[in-house]
């Protein structure tokens, strides 16, 4: 339509809407006069005009091919539609009132309405026409050209006019011209491994990916939504406790297989990344009790001490019950290990892409595309046959349904806002191992669990309740910590942590993904490879659950303990 001739375009349109409004008129007003024997003549029309707005808008659309005014080319009839209801809604409850009044014929109410609908299209031709082929001139063309008062009267063999044929042609010249000059889109890049996260995990599956087999040689992109080092999830921050004080024989061996891995990786980039200080857990007896048991089947060194020996040896800290000591734990050195990850995943020939989000994830057969948003808005399309969702908190959002649509289901997993706090000490640092409190007291085992605590050299020391944060959605943390949870905080603090300055709290902040059983995700469903659910205690583990979720990833059956749900 957008090279019809504005004034038969404008007497067709007139004709197609004035018809349209007088044949439906009759039928139409039916139902705004049965609303205005509730409302009033008031209602009935707005009933009337509303839906006839609507339509009219269409045909108008149709007309015009969406030029300008649209909505006041229609608004105009549907008002005379509206005000026709108006009087047939009044006439009928005059009528209602007194059976002998005069009340207007269908055929003159559709003349009336229709002819009126037709007169306000005309109208609004009028007042906010111009000849679509000029609305649609290049900017710099002769606007005569496309104005039929100037055009020559002879036509061409096929019966158009020669201005009007070479109009069309030069309008076909330039769109061709246009799409040529369009840069064509970019081909889906295709890599073996896509590693979608770049915290720790991500990070290091990335890396083993890269070194696997005789040099590696395998395509690996990892992408990370936020800037390399960020803080909006679960592995910023310098420390991290490290301790292999667990009841199961299998997470005590992974702690041994930990080690391991977090010194290989400081022997190749020539960080220290581990700072054995050794660990103790004091309180509750039967809690002391499994895990003595589990560190003695796996052979690992520990000491049982009474409280006033502890005390001696860490008089930072205060004992009520027997304490366990292993000296083969400390803390990881968080945010060099993250560091040192990537770059060492880097160097293996991994593609790092920061600023870089998921926007779209989907299967096709063996293939996973996955359409990528980077910084500026800039978009980006990858297949790989081998993704791993690193992803942590965001696993739900991201590979829920991908999880479900292969028959599986994810745990629940419960993200929270975690809150520790550094404590000022004039303590030396040697005076300061990992610590983990089971406490014995009632009160107090009715406001935590656990508490948790190690010294962050240079900050002070980090003192933490396990697993009591915030209910948050991962994008929408809370701005300002939680009174409840740092009075908790410093309660606790003031009674069992002597050698800080409880006054010296200075709160920080992390995102938890806890599972119902403190167990992570790390399986395959098809293509696809899920890591979630780390319930805070996963970073340790950082190097050797990069290597488990690459041999994962590459056909390697993932461990019971951490495998998905069927069904």
Not at 121 to 126: E, G, P, S
Not at 229 to 247: E, K, L
Not at 250 to 258: M, N, R, S
Not at 365 to 381: H, K, Y
């Amino acid at each position: 339509m957008g090279s019809t001739k504005p004034v038969a375009m404008a007497a067709v349109h007139a004709l197609v809407v004035g018809a349209a409004v007088a044949v439906a008129t009759p039928w139409a007003l039916v139902v705004p006069v049965l609303v205005s024997l509730l409302t009033g003549p008031l209602g009935g029309a707005a009933v009337a005009g509303v839906p006839a707005f609507g339509i009219l808008w269409l045909i108008d659309a149709a007309f015009r091919n969406g030029l300008p005014g649209s909505g006041l080319r229609a608004a105009l009839p549907a008002v005379v539609l509206a005000f026709g209801a108006f009087a047939v809604c009044s006439a009928q409850l005059q009528l209602f009132r007194d059976p002998e009044a005069a009340v207007p014929s269908d055929l003159s109410v559709a003349l009336w309405t229709g002819g009126l609908s037709a007169a306000a299209v005309i109208v609004t031709h009028v007042l906010f026409d111009r000849d679509p082929t000029a609305a649609r001139a290049e900017p710099g063309t002769d606007p005569g050209a496309a104005d039929p008062t100037t055009r020559s009267p002879v036509t061409t063999t096929d019966g158009t006019e020669p201005a009007a044929a070479a109009s069309e042609a030069d309008s076909a010249e330039h769109a061709e011209a246009a799409r040529l000059a369009e840069p064509a889109a970019p081909a889906p890049e295709r890599f073996d491994h896509v590693v979608v996260g770049g915290g720790v995990m991500g990070a290091a599956t990335a890396r083993a990916l890269a070194r696997a087999g005789d040099g590696g040689g395998a395509s690996v992109l990892l992408v990370e939504q936020f800037g390399r080092g960020h803080d909006r999830g679960s592995s910023h921050g310098a420390s991290r406790i490290f301790r292999r004080g667990y009841t199961a024989d299998d997470w005590v061996a992974l702690t041994g297989d930990a080690i391991t891995a977090w010194q290989g990786l400081e022997a190749e980039t020539g960080r220290t990344l581990l700072d054995f200080t050794g660990a103790l857990d004091h309180g509750d007896p039967v809690a002391l009790d499994e895990i003595q048991a589990a560190l003695e089947r796996g052979g690992v060194v520990h000491e049982r001490l009474t409280p006033d020996e502890a005390g001696a040896r860490w008089p930072g800290l205060r004992f009520d019950t027997s304490v366990l000591f292993h000296p083969q734990a400390g803390r990881v050195r968080s945010a060099d290990a993250a560091e040192a990850l990537l770059d060492s995943a880097s160097a293996a020939g991994a593609e790092l892409r920061f600023d870089t989000a998921v926007a779209a994830i989907e299967t096709m057969g063996d293939d996973v595309v996955l359409r990528l948003e980077g910084a500026g808005g800039a978009s980006s399309t990858v297949v790989s046959t081998s993704v791993v969702l690193a992803v942590g908190s965001w696993a739900r959002y991201l590979a829920g349904d991908l999880v479900r649509r292969a028959g599986a289901s994810l745990p629940e997993v419960r993200v929270t806002q975690e809150e520790p706090a550094h404590f000022a000490t004039e303590l030396p640092d040697d005076a300061w191992p990992s610590f983990v409190h089971h406490p014995t007291d009632p009160a107090l085992r009715a406001r935590v669990s656990t508490i948790y605590g190690l010294l962050t050299p240079g900050e002070g020391v980090k003192v933490g309740t396990h697993g009591t944060g915030r209910e948050v959605h991962p994008d929408a943390r809370l701005a300002s910590p939680g009174a409840e949870g740092q009075a908790v905080l410093r309660d606790y603090v003031a009674a069992w942590v002597p050698g800080v300055d409880v006054d010296t709290l200075a709160p920080i902040s992390c995102l938890y993904d806890t599972t119902p059983t403190e167990d992570p995700v790390l399986d395959r469903v098809g293509s696809v490879t899920v890591a979630t659910g780390f319930s805070g205690h996963g970073f340790k583990f950082g190097a050797v659950f990069g290597e488990l979720l690459a041999g994962v990833a590459t056909g390697t059956p993932a461990p019971e303990r951490f495998r998905l749900r069927q069904g």
